[in-house]
């Protein structure tokens, strides 16, 4: 059975509007916050301790209120010495140490010291109280390069 051209050409058209507007390929405004924005305005903090091998692990903490109440994800954003595209990770929100409090939500990586400058966050929020929204915290803004570590 042949399919006529008319039909063929409805079907791919209905296809490629479903596949672009799927919530995945959303547009979301993206901007940057300073370490006394994200305080102050979002609650957010930003840590680091010693993690043996694996070098520094520096995690975001926050409570899911406000802008954060719909937290959808975070991502690990690093760049090479040249400023281009190194890699990226997806976050899961994880406890960081046994006394965390049960409304903190964290999320958390782990790189060589000497890297951190070269990292930052993006934390993305859909359909939160600012609209679709993400914002990139670097990790050079909030953490002291020369000695990151705020916590033993």
């Known amino acids: 059975m042949k399919i006529p051209p008319r039909v063929s050409t409805a079907v791919f058209s ?10 995945c390929f959303a547009l979301i405004s993206v901007g940057q916050l300073t370490k006394e924005t994200a305080k102050e305005k979002y609650g957010i903090t930003m840590h680091a301790r ?13 409570k899911k209120e406000g ?32 006394q965390q409090p049960e409304d903190v939500t964290t999320v958390a990586f782990s790189a060589d010291a000497d ?3 070269r990292c930052k966050f993006l934390v993305v929020c ?12 670097n990790v050079k803004d909030f953490l002291d390069m020369e000695n990151p570590v705020t916590e033993d």
Not at 50 to 62: C, M, P, R, T, Y
Request: charged share 20%.
């Open 115 to 117: 890297e951190l400058s």
């Open 50 to 62: 010693k993690n043996g091998d694996a070098g520094v692990k520096v995690w975001l903490a926050f």
């Open 126 to 137: 859909y359909g939160s109280n600012e609209g679709d929204v993400g914002y990139y915290l």
């Open 67 to 98: 802008w954060l109440e719909n937290f959808s994800y975070a991502k690990l954003r690093m760049v090479d010495a040249q400023g281009k595209h190194r890699l990226s990770a997806t976050l899961r929100p994880n406890r960081v140490h046994f």
């Open 14 to 23: 209905i296809s490629v509007l479903t596949l672009i507007s799927s919530p």
